[in-house]
């Protein structure tokens, strides 16, 4: 074989490897020949006119995201910045329009983001941006959708995904929230001392209650007891009232009697005399005597009113 036919071989052999390409899955390949669009080859492997046909660009048709980050002011006068994502992909059947009408899809998406942003939030509040940023992803879509399908472009989803306030703003709001919680926590506080006092009042009064009804038993006792004491002495020819004030007298000692008794105790008993018995004694007969000329002064006055 010629030494010059060497050259002309290897030549055609990378003019026949040139025939062949590949394609990857997901992706869309745009032929054109002599300059001019031809087709569009997918996944897999492909072939073209070597010398004539050429690669022309590739498009991923997966999902992709564009982050915009948008500037603008709220109602309330509150400069805010926005963090829009949008997801997007070209559409399988509409790679030419993605390929030919589109130079820079991203510029594109962007300003578009930006357009309908700075329409939506100076609508809104402060405190609305945050609640309704649903709203303003809905509305960035459906802008992009109506703009990017004839592009060849499906706007799968856009999310709001950071919305970033002045940092005087944000500290203001915390600072207002945590007077908020304050405000909530005092109130509690307030509610539960509210429910101390009328539950130790409750007690109180319950402990009153108990307290008076012991010594209302304890009287009626010490009345009962009397009462057998004078019934005793009654049968010894001691009348009641001569037998009440025996009792009496009786108690009186008794009580010196145990004040004796307890060493430690700083209780005065007033008046404490040697005649102190005698004059109880005296003063309680001469008590029950006028008490009775009187009960029965009063009974023979109701009789005689009656006659």
Do not use: C, W
């Not at 941006?129 to 649903?134: E, Q």
């Not at 008794?254 to 700083?266: A, F, I, K, R």
């Amino acid at each position: 074989m010629p030494i010059y036919m060497y050259p002309v071989i290897v030549i055609g052999f990378f003019v026949f490897l040139s025939i062949f390409f590949i394609v990857k899955q997901q992706t869309a390949a745009v032929i054109e020949r002599f300059g001019r669009y031809q087709s569009i080859r997918h996944s897999g492997l492909q072939l073209k006119i070597p010398l004539m046909d050429r690669i022309a660009g590739k498009l991923s048709l997966k999902i992709q995201q564009l982050d915009v980050i948008v500037e603008t002011k709220t109602l309330d006068d509150v400069f805010v910045k926005l963090k829009v994502s949008v997801q997007y992909k070209v559409i399988k059947d509409k790679v030419y329009d993605a390929f030919y009408k589109l130079d820079y899809p991203h510029d594109q998406i962007t300003s578009y983001v930006f357009d309908v942003v700075r329409a939506e939030v100076p609508k809104m509040r402060l405190d609305d941006v945050f609640v309704k940023k649903d709203d303003i992803a809905i509305a960035v879509k459906t802008e992009l959708n109506d703009a990017m399908m004839d592009y060849g472009y499906d706007i799968i989803k856009t999310l709001v995904t950071d919305i970033d306030p002045d940092a005087q703003v944000k500290a203001a709001m915390n600072r207002i929230n945590a007077a908020d919680r304050e405000k909530t926590a005092a109130q509690y506080e307030g509610d539960a001392q509210r429910i101390l006092i009328v539950e130790k009042a409750k007690a109180e009064a319950e402990s009153k209650r108990l307290q008076g009804q012991g010594i209302a038993d304890q009287r009626r006792e010490i009345a009962r007891g009397l009462e057998e004491s004078v019934e005793v002495l009654n049968r010894v020819g001691i009348n009641s009232q001569e037998a009440s004030a025996l009792i009496v007298v009786t108690q009186h000692y008794d009580t010196l009697q145990s004040l004796g008794e307890e060493t430690n105790s700083n209780l005065i008993l007033l008046p404490n005399s040697p005649q102190v018995g005698s004059n109880m004694l005296n003063d309680m007969v001469a008590s029950f005597t006028a008490s009775n000329q009187i009960g029965e002064a009063m009974k023979k006055a109701q009789d005689k009113k009656e006659d």
